[in-house]
């Protein structure tokens, strides 16, 4: 089956230091891969996402490559703000593998201190 | 659009009581999904349902719990009789969904913070 394996969190930073959210994915078929982030309060939205292998996801500073032959897709961004703080889920989804319904991962917490 | 619209946004009701919680998926969408979230089992899919249809309600805790979708616009999420373990964010998710609509985006609500005391 499919399944998402994120880093275990917190993750705790400086403002403006680099950030590297680790992902990694099983999929029995080929997935579109996403990145989701979850502010205080509020539902998941979605940040950015990639639908083949070497296409790179952007969006609001942060980036994410479809690697393929590693089955990753690792979240970075080059400089954190505070506004940056928040829960931030890495998902696939399989349609050709059979199913509709997305996998996620369990979240990695994400604090930027000033 | 306005998004997904959950309702009620906070419920704090006792042990036993029922409870309702309700979703306005964005229009057009044809897929609907309910989840639970806690801070012990993360995000859990409870159903998904396409066309109206319920597709996999094997994530449905118990028969306490039962999801209906009358129409596209409006489903709901009953919890009958609550218990205090059903404290959770209850999140309703939509999107379109097939051969020709690409990648699997959902749109999440608000979310509904249940507690039962």
């Known amino acids: 089956g499919n399944s998402v394996t994120q880093m275990e969190g917190p993750v705790t930073l400086s403002e403006e230091a680099f950030l590297t959210i680790n992902c990694t994915y099983t999929?029995?078929?080929?997935?579109?891969l996403f990145w989701y982030v979850q502010y205080p309060g509020e539902g998941l939205q979605l940040l950015l996402k990639?639908?083949?292998?070497?296409d790179k996801g952007s969006n609001k500073g942060f980036e994410a490559t479809y690697r393929k032959e590693t089955t990753s897709f690792h979240l970075e961004k080059g400089s954190v703000q505070v506004s940056d703080s928040a829960v931030y889920f890495c998902a696939l989804s399989d349609p050709e593998g059979g199913s509709y319904i997305p996998t996620f991962g369990r979240g990695t917490s994400l604090i930027v201190h000033p | 659009d306005a998004g997904v619209i959950q309702s009620p946004r906070h419920e704090v009701t006792e042990m036993g009581q029922e409870v309702t919680l309700r979703c306005k998926p964005i229009?057009?969408?044809?897929?609907l999904f309910w989840y639970r979230q806690t801070m012990m089992r993360g995000l859990e899919l409870l159903i998904y349902f396409n066309n109206n249809v319920p597709i996999d309600d094997s994530g449905m805790p118990e028969d306490r719990f039962s999801a209906k979708m009358p129409n596209a616009s409006f489903s709901t999420l009953k919890i009958q009789p609550s218990e205090p373990r059903d404290s959770a964010v209850y999140f309703c998710?939509?999107?379109?969904?097939?051969?020709?609509?690409?990648?699997?985006?959902?749109?999440f609500g608000a979310g509904s913070r249940l507690t039962v005391l």
């Open positions: 229009s057009g969408h044809n897929s």
């Open positions: 998710a939509s999107s379109l969904t097939g051969r020709s609509s690409g990648a699997n985006v959902l749109t």
């Open positions: 999929a029995t078929g080929y997935p579109s």
């Open positions: 990639a639908t083949k292998a070497d």
